[in-house]
């Protein structure tokens, strides 16, 4: 006979950090470890030559306004969150969610840009590179927006304040960690192509 | 750090009755949580693929050593694939060895090896009641399952499954005119090895989270048994080097559906052009050699792990070397990582590039060596107990040295333009890492059945099951070598219209009837697997007399490991046959001031830590029981 007992989640787990906080660097890793492999493939591909030169999208430059901004206002959640200021808590998410959304317009146009400049998906690989860049940064972005709606709808429940802050971190710390993949894409874009 | 985990769990009464009711079939067998029993789906999947790609070898085997048999009689199975003249079809020959390796690398050596394991035993051997998250190892699980029912079902379709070979390089793998296989089945396999990138990921890092989170009071990394740390390294390797893959495979699709041209460029079918210019096909090699040589280790890793740990319990003795273990498999790790480019000698890279990723690759060599020099000396004069999980394990030593020796000939640039792609190569890789990491994964298994469940398997079957698969290996890979001197290419469909290759075909017939012989003899391995399940001898507690946490559970733990309070630990796990000790074995459960007649002069002292602990655990017991009350 098969001996059974419960499991049982008290307060003082042993736990050295939050394992799903912890999880979620570990899952920062693994984007990191993609985009760490694509730039270097660029590298690697643009030191063989045949490399088509053209200038970037100056949209980058206002998309890159927007993600800083978004992370500031989220942050500004963040704290106002910490100290039970719930009123800002749910402008700072309102209007977090809104440039998030606004930079993917952004990234969106900036392909629109590149097609004028006839820099296409299909070509040489210079132009594919970029669109393959902005287009996995935009699909985790995504995946933070998600998040931000989450945590946004949860915060009208009222279910985030200084008692209740885990979601808030983990938010707070993918989409800052997103802001600074953009920025370090953007910096090595400008710097090698 | 490590010993600052200084509360318990407590089952109390009232939650007891709570939970007792939850598990259905559904949610016990299939759609589980429990560590142990994903670990358990992790290895009968496992072992399914393995019979799946031994087939295959036997099948390929079948044409490289009787080239002129006439196969009518395998119609039934492989219907078209067998010509009108009774020969198998050249383009299915290299569908099964592509299959052959992606099964035996992906689907066994990593999935079925690190995922039973690292799932059954990390919780079992640190002291937690399940992974971190049970949620997310499901996933990992299922997201397994998708991808094995996937490149299953590519095995079966019209065209034939991927067929450029296991690390399908493009241009072959992205042009969907260059072979059959690398069509639909192309896009299956990358489809499949998408969402196993995926379950990986979600094990791995699961595994790591718990290793570091989750660990019982007093389980120190210095206290950690040896398969921890390497399932936990495996884990960090497969962390790292994975998204690299997707990265590649992503590439390599875009490539395929989309036009693109990251691998391809200059390309003339039929005289004419195709569209595409500006790639780089050495691109794909370095992003997929950044994984592959990683996944080396990824497999090999967790079976070194099993082979300390049963080594050092049926010797009865300490690891030799502890510390240099880990150091060493800590070195093994970071080197992984700066040693790819040593598979794309001859690609047409720099050559001064291949000399540093030479000497980075020799240095691997040191590592491995204080690796084997510790299994040997463990082994020295020990008191050794010949189960057959010992001798799985030994066996792993064996070709841990006999394939490593090829590896110090094939890491060497210069001798590598006389070997590459010869089936030196293949004998080498199969003889370190395939037979290895199949040793260690059949030493796991006769050495944790009993805790998996509950029965013992029989040994004098397992005595038979090794000696024929260790001789049996031997046979098969030995011979290769020389083949492989000879210059006989490997993935060639037929090589004996020359001279100098046809005088092998004796040597290749003997390889191959041992080959059928060795996987015969693997039918011994699952008769004793699924009749020990249901028949085998009941098990006691603690059958091998180990020290490690996971033989404090009750005979079938349930979900939760352990019906009180988690054990501590006060000790490393390798405390066999200490001079004073009445008994040959200290679990690490025994605290160091239970045992002063054994005790070294630096334990004495931790004594005074100690009863500091266990004070403070008993007041908590105390409050606990207070208000169970």
């Known amino acids: ?65 927007v993600i800083i901004l978004s992370s ?4 500004w959640s963040y704290l106002s969150a910490k100290k039970d200021e719930l009123g800002n808590l749910k402008t700072g998410m309102i209007i977090t969610t809104v440039l998030g959304l606004t930079f993917l317009v952004g990234q969106w146009y900036s392909w629109v840009a590149l097609v004028d400049r006839d820099v296409f998906f299909v070509g040489n690989p210079a132009g594919s590179f970029l669109y393959v860049f902005t287009g996995l940064h935009a699909l985790h972005l995504i995946s933070g927006v998600i998040f931000l709606i989450i945590v946004l709808i949860s915060s009208f429940k009222y279910e985030v304040h200084s008692k209740s802050m885990d979601r808030m971190e983990m938010l707070v710390t993918y989409w800052h960690f997103l802001g600074g993949l953009w920025i370090y894409l953007f910096m090595f874009l400008l710097l090698n192509h | 750090m490590a010993t600052a985990h ?28 429990d560590h142990k029993m994903i670990g358990k789906q992790f290895l009968i999947t496992g072992i399914f693929w393995a019979i799946i790609g031994g087939l295959l070898s036997v099948i390929f085997r079948l044409q490289l050593g009787f080239p002129d048999m006439q196969l009518e009689f395998l119609k039934p199975i492989l219907g078209g694939w067998i010509t009108a003249e009774g020969k198998l ?14 099964i035996m690398v992906f689907f066994v050596l990593t999935a079925g090896l690190s995922g039973t394991f690292s799932n059954f035993l990390i919780p079992l051997q640190i002291g937690a009641r399940d992974m971190a998250s049970g949620f997310m190892n499901m996933l990992s699980y299922w997201f397994f399952f998708l991808s094995s029912v996937i490149m299953f079902v590519s095995l079966f379709i019209e065209t034939g499954p991927a067929a450029g070979g296991w690390v399908v ?16 089945g192309m896009t299956l396999w990358l489809i499949a090895m998408t969402c196993f990138i995926a379950s990986s990921l979600l094990g791995g890092i699961n595994y790591i989270t718990t290793v570091i989170n989750l660990r019982t ?20 390797i497969g962390l790292l080097s994975f998204p690299v893959l997707f990265s590649a495979a992503l590439l390599l699709v875009f490539d395929r559906s989309f036009g693109t041209s990251f691998y391809l460029s200059d390309i003339y079918i039929g005289g004419e052009p195709l569209p595409n210019t500006g790639g780089s096909p050495v691109l794909y090699q370095h992003l997929f050699w950044f994984l592959g040589h990683p996944e080396v280790y990824i497999v090999l890793l967790p079976a070194l792990g099993i082979t300390s740990e049963i080594i050092a ?8 070397g502890y510390k240099a273990m880990v150091i060493s498999m800590l070195g093994i790790t970071i080197l992984s990582f700066i040693v790819w480019a040593h598979h794309m000698f001859v690609s047409g890279m720099n050559p001064f590039l291949g000399s540093i990723f030479m000497f980075l690759t020799l240095i691997i060599a040191i590592p491995s060596a204080v690796k084997v020099f510790n299994y040997l000396t463990t082994l020295w004069r020990g008191n050794l107990i010949f189960t057959p999980g010992m001798l799985f394990s030994i066996g792993l030593v064996s070709f841990f040295i006999s394939g490593g020796l090829t590896g110090i000939f094939l890491g060497n640039s210069a001798i590598d333009i006389q070997l590459h792609d010869t089936y030196f190569v293949v004998a080498h890789f199969h003889l370190v890492m ?9 030493a796991g298994v006769y050495h944790w059945f009993p805790k998996m469940f509950g029965r013992m398997m029989d040994a004098r079957l397992g005595y038979v099951h090794f000696w024929l698969t260790f001789i049996g290996v031997y046979m098969v890979f030995f011979p290769m070598h020389y083949i492989g001197i000879a210059g006989f290419p490997r993935r060639y469909y037929t090589w004996t219209n020359f001279e100098f290759s046809n005088m092998y075909t004796d040597l290749n017939m003997f390889v191959s009837a041992a080959a059928i012989v060795t996987f015969a003899a693997q039918l011994i391995f699952l008769f004793n697997f699924f009749y020990s399940m249901y028949r085998g001898r009941v098990a006691s507690l603690n059958p091998w007399r180990s020290n490690t946490l996971e033989w404090t559970t009750p005979l079938h733990p349930g979900h939760g490991n352990w019906p009180g309070e988690i054990p501590a630990v006060y000790r490393w796990p390798y405390d066999y046959s200490k001079p004073g000790a009445p008994e040959d074995f200290i679990p690490q459960t025994v605290p160091l001031s239970a045992t002063p007649e054994s005790n070294l002069p630096h334990e004495q002292e931790l004594v005074k830590l100690e009863k500091a602990i266990i004070a403070d655990e008993e007041t908590l017991l105390v409050a606990n029981e207070s208000k169970a009350s």
Request: proline share 5%; charged share 15%; glycine share 4%.
């Open chain 1, 1 to 65: 006979m098969e001996e059974k007992f419960a499991f049982v989640e008290n307060a003082e787990q042993p736990i050295a950090m939050h394992p799903k906080k912890f999880a979620l660097w570990l899952f920062i890793v693994t984007v990191v470890m993609i985009f760490a492999s694509m730039t270097s493939a660029y590298i690697v591909r643009q030191s063989e030559g045949n490399w088509l030169e053209f200038d970037l999208p100056e949209i980058f430059w206002y998309t890159t306004g």
């Open chain 1, 72 to 75: 500031v206002t989220l942050h």
């Open chain 2, 6 to 33: 200084t509360a318990s769990h407590s089952a109390t009464a009232h939650d007891h009755h709570e939970h007792e009711h939850h598990d259905n079939f559904i949610t016990k067998y299939i759609f589980t949580q």
């Open chain 2, 89 to 102: 079809d050249p383009d299915f020959y290299l569908a099964l060895v592509t299959m052959h390796g992606t």
């Open chain 2, 169 to 184: 390089y493009p241009p072959l793998s992205a042009l969907e005119q260059a072979i059959p296989g690398s069509g639909l």
């Open chain 2, 217 to 236: 009071k007093g389980m120190s990394f210095s206290r950690l048994p040896l398969t921890i740390w390497a399932f936990f390294l495996t884990a960090v």
């Open chain 2, 313 to 320: 319990t049926n010797s009865r003795k300490p690891i030799f």
């Open chain 2, 434 to 442: 395939g037979s290895a990491s199949f040793f260690g994964l059949m």
